[in-house]
């Protein structure tokens, strides 16, 4: 079975300053990985997506999230915060074809706070 | 493209009523999943259609809930009778491909049963 933990609830950085949200995920199988955003009253929207090509995976909006097998890990990161980053993230991975629901398994999201 | 999109957006009924939502996919995805996330929780799988054919529906809670596909295109999920564990905001995603393939999701109703 899949399941993914957020380390943090909530994460509060200054503007201008490093973005860091923490992910660990357990997977049988060779997972695809994701993270998506929900900003105020808005649907969920995709940030990245590893599968297995490269290990650091640049998505929109700056982010990026670096793949590590041997820490189980998939850490959401951006060099310069703004405000418009505020918003809820959510980490989450699929099994694909490797068993299991089809669905896919989000972790409990973190509230990324943007201090002016 | 147009996006997922659900109606509605809010909906607020009373214990014991029948809701029912709904899911536009994106044109060409032949695969339709259905989310949940009630107060204070992650956001949990309920069930998963390919085309018009339910695929997988394990993490549907119970048999107050019926979901539909006909003639794969859009989908609905009932709930009936309503009860107050059943609040939360339901989500829709669709996606081209299945397992594993990015899925994209609409905004969400919020249900309230009061």
């Known amino acids: 079975a899949q399941s993914v933990t957020q380390l943090d609830s909530h994460v509060s950085v200054s503007e201008g300053t490093p973005v860091l949200l923490r992910c660990n995920y357990s997977?049988?199988?060779?997972?695809?990985l994701f993270w998506y955003v929900q900003h105020p009253n808005k649907g969920l929207q995709l940030l990245l997506k590893?599968?297995?090509?490269?290990?650091l995976v640049k998505g929109i909006n700056g982010f990026e999230a670096e793949f590590k097998k041997s820490e189980t890990s998939f850490h959401l990161t951006k060099p310069s915060a703004h405000m418009s980053d505020a918003a809820e993230y959510f980490c989450?991975?699929?099994?694909?074809?490797?068993?299991?629901?089809?669905?896919?398994?989000f972790g409990k999201g973190t509230h990324l706070i943007i201090q002016p | 493209e147009a996006g997922v999109t659900q109606f509605p957006s809010h909906s607020v009924i009373e214990k014991g009523q029948t809701v029912t939502l709904r899911c536009d996919p994106i044109?060409?995805?032949?695969?339709l999943y259905w989310y949940r996330r009630v107060m204070g929780k992650e956001i949990k799988f309920l069930l998963h259609?390919?085309?018009?054919?339910?695929?997988?529906e394990s993490g549907m809670p119970n048999n107050r809930f019926l979901a539909e596909r006909t003639g794969g295109t859009y989908s609905t999920l009932k709930v009936q009778p309503a009860e107050l564990e059943d609040s939360g905001v339901y989500f829709c995603?669709?996606?081209?491909?299945?397992?594993?393939?990015?899925?994209?999701f609409g905004p969400g109703t919020r249900l309230t049963v009061l």
């Open positions: 995603a669709s996606s081209r491909r299945g397992a594993g393939d990015t899925q994209y």
């Open positions: 997977s049988s199988y060779s997972p695809s």
């Open positions: 590893y599968t297995s090509a490269a290990t």
């Open positions: 989450v991975v699929s099994e694909g074809d490797g068993g299991g629901a089809d669905g896919l398994t």
């Open positions: 044109s060409g995805h032949d695969n």
């Open positions: 259609f390919v085309k018009e054919s339910k695929q997988d």
